[in-house]
């Protein structure tokens, strides 16, 4: 089965500008999570879109957002970017229910410059 | 909120010797996962060990093994004959299971990194 798979690997943008990631679930998954992690801040929850509505929300600023398709398959948008911005994108797929475990994406590296 | 610590920022162990990474988490909840997850240079964020809170009998998966103590919130790590291929950052991680949309968060500690000598 194949895994998370995250697109582009890796990215430069320009402040001011904005971004879209994208993430394929694992087949079967309905639910996707994105996580953001900086050298500073660590790891920290973003959002999860389930059944394409969003059903969890982390606190960061309305310049994130995101959303998912019939396929499951998840974007997250960034607009106005800050060099504040720059870090690891990490998304993660599982079935939706409390007891499944989350499977991770190889991650977007967005550089701001 | 949840919060998770691990205060071990580096660990090193040799070759096939034995390694134990602590963490520590503060919760009101009584039902929820405990989760480490490694994440080796190429950053792909990997599940190493799972445990669900309301079973007593620690987790272990081959070489890797966790001491879950409930009351003293702590959930420590364990890797036996250790390899090369250890080494990475090594997160551990909070979920709750309750059944409503705050069950797919995953709350993380600021990660252990292990180096593995020869």
């Known amino acids: 089965k194949a895994g998370v798979t995250q697109t582009p690997r890796y990215l430069i943008k320009t402040r001011g500008q904005q971004v879209t990631l994208s993430c394929s679930p694992i087949?079967?998954?309905?639910?996707v999570s994105w996580y953001q992690q900086t050298p500073g801040q660590g790891l920290q929850f973003l959002f999860e879109?389930?059944?394409?509505?969003?059903?969890n929300k982390g606190n960061f600023p309305g310049r994130f957002s995101g959303r998912q398709f019939s396929n499951s398959r998840s974007e997250m948008n960034v607009s106005t970017l800050e060099l504040g911005d720059s870090a690891l994108y990490l998304c993660?797929?599982?079935?939706?229910?409390?007891?499944?475990?989350?499977?991770f994406g190889p991650g977007t590296r967005l550089t701001v410059l | 909120a949840q919060t998770v610590t691990q205060s071990q920022p580096e660990m090193s162990v040799q070759e096939a010797e034995t390694v134990t990474l602590s963490c520590t988490y503060d919760?009101?909840?009584?039902?929820?996962?405990l989760f480490w997850y490694k994440q080796p240079p190429s950053r792909q964020m990997i599940l190493v060990i799972r445990?669900?809170?309301?079973?007593?009998q620690n987790a272990t998966e081959n070489r890797f093994s966790v001491n879950f103590q409930k009351a003293a919130k702590s959930f420590s790590l364990k890797i036996s004959d250790s390899q090369l291929g250890d080494a990475a950052m090594y997160f551990c991680?909070?979920?709750?299971?309750?059944?409503?949309?705050?069950?797919?968060?995953?709350?993380f500690g600021t990660g252990t990194r292990l180096q593995v000598t020869l």
């Open positions: 087949s079967g998954h309905r639910s």
């Open positions: 993660a797929s599982s079935f939706g229910q409390p007891t499944d475990t989350q499977y």
């Open positions: 445990q669900e809170a309301y079973k007593q």
């Open positions: 991680a909070y979920r709750s299971r309750r059944n409503t949309g705050t069950a797919s968060k995953l709350t």
């Open positions: 919760t009101s909840e009584s039902d929820y996962y």
């Open positions: 879109y389930f059944s394409e509505t969003q059903r």
